[in-house]
């Protein structure tokens, strides 16, 4: 299967969507009027691409009618897709041999930190590279036992402590023990709750001043872990977040549980933030570099 069709299968319930909502408001005239265009604003929406991305993408449709008069799908959908496009920002993640890399993955529980972390150490460990993992969250048992599982699995070395141990102790310790090593990609998992957010916002501060003291050295990522299933409030988390510490870069995972994959654009949009990963299903492969335009190609309908 390539990258594409990757992309295309993770996103088929949001394409679908647009499609049939597409096929509906054009009902093959081959061409938009502003009635048309309104309801192309309103399926966008509601794909949660977000209202601000939306409607300037209307917009920049609207002047292109207005300057060459080509209102035919083929150039709607092409402008669409350029408008878009313009909203997106792609990072790509790059580890170097006998280098340290420490990826901090931050997010509210149950977005898939703990999985992503484990997926990331299996495609690092696939290229060769040395790998360890730390259970930063110990505010849940649930959360240390977690990321054992996955350590097991990957035959990675997981750095814990006790459950309501301190977790810049358990870091202090992850890097102690990378650096003996010679481990060349850390991750991090870290806790989610964003209800107490000046506590999260201490904690990671901590963390962060840990990572600086410990491995000054060091390429670090802070990657904001968003699932797409809980729409438009995973532009309130990633605002939150990106205040509580310094986000590099954004994973956004299920984009394929429901039609509403348009999320990533709303909320790189609305943060300016680049989009590094992108999950596309359960297996392990489904994690993917982000692609903005492999992306959109799955997203949009073809004109």
Known sequence: MSLFDTFKRGLAKTRGFVTSQLNRVAAGLGHFDDDMLDELEMTLIQADCGVTASTEAIESIRKHIRDTGDASREAVMKVLYDALMERLTEKKLTLDRGQLTIYLMVGVNGTGKTTTSAKLAQRAKRESYRVM????????????????????????????????????????????????RGTELLLIDTAGRLHTKKNLMDELAKIRRVIQREA????????????????????????????????????????????????????????????????????????????????????????
């Open 133 to 180: 993992m730390a259970a930063a969250d110990t505010f849940r048992a649930a959360a240390i036992d977690q990321l054992k599982v996955w350590g097991a699995r990957t035959e990675t070395t997981v750095i814990a402590h006790d459950m309501g141990a301190d977790p810049a102790a358990v870091v202090f310790d992850a890097i102690r023990a990378a650096r003996a």
């Open 216 to 303: 000054p050295e060091a390429r670090v990522e802070t990657l904001l872990v968003i699932d797409a299933t809980t729409g438009q409030n995973a532009i309130i988390q990633a605002r939150a977040f990106h205040e509580a510490t310094s986000v590099t870069g954004l994973v956004i995972t299920k984009l394929d549980g429901n039609a509403k994959g348009g999320v990533a654009i709303a909320v790189a949009r609305e943060t300016g933030l680049p989009i590094a990963l992108a999950g596309l299903g359960e297996g392990a492969d489904d994690l993917q570099d982000f692609d903005r335009e492999l992306f959109l190609r799955a997203l949009l309908p073809e004109s």
